[in-house]
């Protein structure tokens, strides 16, 4: 897996990382402003209410991974986006715009809750029914709920940083609920970049500090290492997917289920990914074989 990385400025890292999310935020709403409803009619695009997402579902997953100090310190943050989803922000081509309205009353509840100043048992639960609130909302006035940094795979994207601070590519790191397998795949620079091919015996250490464990992701096999399309990925001896457990039978069940959330760290090559909060993909009906 990676290498140990030489430490870097935590200014710098959240500054870069901060940009890295508003150009992804960016992206979601370029995506939603381009896709349509099921009526093939104008897209649906509530911006407030997307940028909202965001913060509720990196709030939501702090206070999984009891980092506590970082939710109040995004609170007045917080506060102020979700009180910018008002009922006149409401898009006009909502799908349904009533219920839209009822469950915005359900949000404004949770919004003032955590307002009052509450003690850190009752943040938390204000937090954590935030997002599923805001899921509802989205699928209520038929806008699609994808998140800033979520990549083709719908796995979650984070920049890679070398020993300097400097992102030097970006990973996508997709965790199914359901089995507890990690895939990955290496882009160089940003979303756009080229794959960011390295030898088949290249393996990639995913650390998770707080729970003391950390595994090794390798590829599949090294004569097509096939990811989740069918597709070989090995092209000269070298590819950009790398997966665990794979072929290994290491244990995956701990990382397994729908509300699985903890502070990780990708290294690879000397570079790494710095912490962030991994999340599973969740599979529900209806998702297609392989997502």
């Known amino acids: 897996m990676r290498h140990a990385v030489s430490s870097r400025s935590p200014q710098l890292l959240a500054a870069v990382s901060g940009v890295f999310s508003l150009l992804g935020l960016c992206l979601v709403a370029i995506c939603s402003a381009c896709s349509t409803g099921e009526g093939g ?7 407030e209410l997307a940028e909202f997402d965001e913060l509720a579902y990196r709030a939501d997953g702090l206070v999984r991974t009891d980092d506590l100090a970082a939710v109040e310190g995004s609170l ?3 506060l102020a986006s979700g009180r910018a989803v008002t009922v006149a922000s409401i898009p006009s081509n909502a799908a349904d715009p009533k219920q839209v309205e009822a469950m915005l009353t359900d949000l404004t509840s949770l919004i003032e809750g955590l307002a009052g100043e509450p003690d850190e048992d009752s943040m938390q639960t204000l937090v954590l029914g935030l997002h ?4 509802n909302l989205m699928k209520a006035a038929g806008m699609p709920h994808v998140h800033a940094n979520e990549g083709p795979h719908s796995g979650f994207r984070h920049p890679v940083f070398d020993a300097d601070g400097t992102q030097i590519a970006t990973v996508e790191v997709k965790l199914h609920d359901d089995a507890g397998d990690l895939e990955v795949w290496l882009t160089r620079g940003g979303y756009d970049g ?3 091919r390295l030898p088949v015996d290249t393996n990639l250490a995913l650390a998770f500090p707080g729970l003391e464990r950390e595994v090794t992701l390798a590829v599949r096999d090294r004569d097509r290492n096939e990811d989740e399309s069918g597709a070989s990925t090995i092209l000269d001896g070298t590819t950009d997917y790398f997966v665990f457990p794979g072929a290994t039978e290491a244990d995956a069940t701990w990382l397994m289920g729908t509300e699985f959330a903890a502070k990780a760290e990708l290294r690879v090559e000397g570079a790494t990914t710095g912490s962030f909060v991994l999340r599973p993909h969740v599979h529900r009906a209806g998702d297609g074989a392989g997502e």
């Open 41 to 47: 009619g104008d897209a649906v695009f509530w911006p």
């Open 194 to 196: 080229d794959p960011w």
């Open 132 to 135: 599923p609130v805001i899921e």
């Open 76 to 78: 007045a943050e917080l």
